[in-house]
């Protein structure tokens, strides 16, 4: 008899990563590969997919997967074609019995941080966006709109703001704030005898956008050292990262313990702080914490798998979560 096992994928724009688990939780094996965003990574999604899944399986028969969830960066509307496509080339590549369920990063980085069927969840790394899920699918969303036109409180959005921040200080449009020194050092260290605000037009056009995010620390650590902009600039970021949370949360009547995911919520910080603090405030607990968005999609191929809920110790088995 062949044993039914689960397959979980998290295909970010950066890395894949892929998990192969028991029916009881057990971590069997793990793969990793790179990007599998069409719009941001290099290279094949499908290749990167099979990579990812191979490294899980090991040398065991892929018939073996009785449920697979991958979740896709970008895979949501407009990108789900092109997403379907890439996970059915892959499965077949592999030998999966059959193509893995598509799933968008958010729902699974909502299971991976609560086994309950819906809730809510927000999300703040290089985007931010703030949602309510059933079932695995999401039904309300607040945020999430890009680099361009919001993402607010993201690592990007804090990012941004300090180069702005930094400029208005510099020509006496807003106050001195030492987030320029930060900013310069990262961007245009001196030395090249072109003027400091010439010098940093001239290095973030040459940037990605998501590449301004890895200002976001330098935010925080001036707000800690009571740098008065940076320190508005927290406050304005934990307010709109709550805003968005209430807002579905709201729109969809949901009133358990929110998840919270993604670089700028689950690392040291004062963002981080502010929001669990204003969660705790509203709503009278710690929110529960995102550790693996792979074993979130795990989570969902065992409840797909057995058509049951998945307990709490199963989650936590699968999840890395302590006791």
């Known amino acids: 008899m062949t044993v039914r096992l689960v397959l979980g994928v998290d295909a970010g724009g950066t890395s894949t990563r892929a998990l192969l688990a028991s029916a009881t939780g057990e971590t069997l094996g793990t793969g990793r590969a790179g990007g599998a965003n069409q719009r941001s990574s290099t290279g094949s ?21 009785g449920a697979a969830v991958v979740g896709v960066a970008g895979a949501a509307a407009a990108g789900r074609p092109w997403a379907q496509a890439a996970l059915a080339e892959a499965s077949e590549r592999v030998g999966l019995p059959a193509p893995p369920r598509l799933a968008t990063d958010i729902a699974i980085a909502y299971a991976g941080g609560s086994p309950a069927r819906r809730g809510s969840v927000l999300l703040a790394g290089t985007g931010a966006v703030a949602a309510a899920v059933s079932d695995g699918e999401v039904t309300h969303r607040s945020d999430g709109y890009g680099w361009l036109l919001g993402d607010t409180g993201s690592a990007v959005w804090l990012g941004l703001q300090a180069v702005r921040r930094s400029l ?9 704030t030492a987030l320029l020194d930060a900013v310069v050092i ?11 605000a010439q010098a940093l037009i001239a290095a973030t056009d040459q940037l990605r956008p998501a ?3 890895r200002l976001a620390p330098a935010v925080g650590e001036a707000a800690d050292r009571g740098d008065a902009v940076a320190r508005a600039l927290v406050d304005e970021a934990a307010g709109a990262l709550l805003a968005s949370l209430d807002a579905v949360r709201r729109a969809a009547g949901e ?5 919270v995911g993604g670089s700028v919520l689950t690392g040291a910080g004062p963002v981080a702080d502010a929001v669990r603090r204003g969660i705790v405030e509203r709503y009278g607990a710690a929110p529960a914490v995102v550790r693996d968005a792979a074993a979130g999609a795990t989570v969902m191929a065992l409840r797909s798998l057995t058509g049951a809920p998945v307990t709490s110790d199963v989650h936590r088995r699968l999840t890395g979560g302590l006791p």
């Open 45 to 65: 999604v499908a290749d990167s997919l099979v990579t990812a899944i191979s490294g899980a399986l090991g040398d065991r028969d892929p018939a073996s997967v």
């Open 168 to 176: 208005e200080g510099l020509d006496g449009r807003g106050p001195a």
């Open 186 to 196: 990262a961007l245009a260290p001196p030395g090249s005898g072109v003027d400091v």
């Open 211 to 213: 590449e301004l995010g």
């Open 255 to 259: 009133q358990g313990v929110p998840v």
